[in-house]
T-cell receptor, first 112, second 111 residues
Framework: SAVISQKPSRDICQRGTSLTIQCQVD?????MFWYRQQPGQSLTLIAT?????????ESGFVIDKFPISRPNLTFSTLTVSNMSPEDSSIYLC?????????FGPGTRLTVT | GQQLNQSPQSMFIQEGEDVSMNCTSS?????WLWYKQDPGEGPVLLIA?????ELTSNGRLTAQFGITRKDSFLNISASIPSDVGIYFC???????????FGAGTTVTVRA
């Protein structure tokens, strides 16, 4: 299994600013992903974080809005850029170990 | 990814009762995963299923990978108050490890 931590755990941000979320895994994982979970909803995949190269984004998500880095096999960042209240959500990172996928505790973002 | 059809959406049960929920998909998956999410936490992996027809248990939890590879169910036996939470199914295509999630089943246990 993999233990995943995220920083910050929560934040309240002003409209128009950006926030970078960090994700750290305690062991090397093959794949890392970023998800968004809006209040009372299920998880929606934002992108696959590729080590050393550009992330692969799902439909409806773009690099300018959600730039992602993954410099090594245990660390990734997601930036939520030029935030608006619609970006208020929980952002979760995950990593795969074998065919199993483990999640971090999430970052609860509120944009005012 | 697609969203899976998960039912029921919510359930209120008496402590000690068994709980069943299921998930169906229009697509074939190579892996089915079941997660539980408590308020303010990330989803925690409960059970992973890898083969069609596979039946796997984890304590009071039992899950099965449907023969058609398009469905899965999760049973919780003899529910206790700490079973309260939201349960999500997720299907994984082997090629890219991406997960497609169900909408979740909210379980509330009455003591």
């Amino acid at each position: 299994s993999a233990v995943i931590s995220q920083k910050p755990s929560r934040d309240i941000c002003q409209r128009g600013t950006s926030l970078t979320i960090q994700c750290q895994v305690d062991s090397q994982v093959t794949m890392m992903f970023w998800y968004r979970q809006q209040p009372g909803q299920s998880l929606t995949l934002i992108a696959t974080a590729n080590q050393g190269s550009e992330a692969t984004y799902e439909s409806g998500f773009v690099i300018d809005k959600f730039p992602i880095s993954r410099p090594n096999l245990t660390f990734s960042t997601l930036t939520v850029s030029n935030m608006s209240p619609e970006d208020s959500s929980i952002y979760l990172c995950s990593g795969t170990s074998g065919n199993e996928q483990y999640f971090g505790p999430g970052t609860r973002l509120t944009v005012t | 990814g697609q969203q899976l059809n998960q039912s029921p959406q919510s359930m209120f049960i008496q402590e000690g009762e068994d709980v069943s929920m299921n998930c169906t998909s229009s697509s074939i998956f190579n892996t089915w995963l079941w997660y539980k999410q408590d308020p303010g936490e990330g989803p925690v992996l409960l059970i992973a299923l890898y083969k069609a027809g596979e039946l796997t248990s984890n304590g009071r939890l039992t899950a099965q990978f449907g023969i058609t590879r398009k469905d899965s169910f999760l049973n919780i036996s003899a529910s206790i108050p700490s079973d309260v939470g939201i349960y999500f199914c997720a299907g994984q295509a082997l090629s890219d490890y991406k997960l497609s999630f169900g909408a979740g089943t909210t379980v509330t246990v009455r003591a």
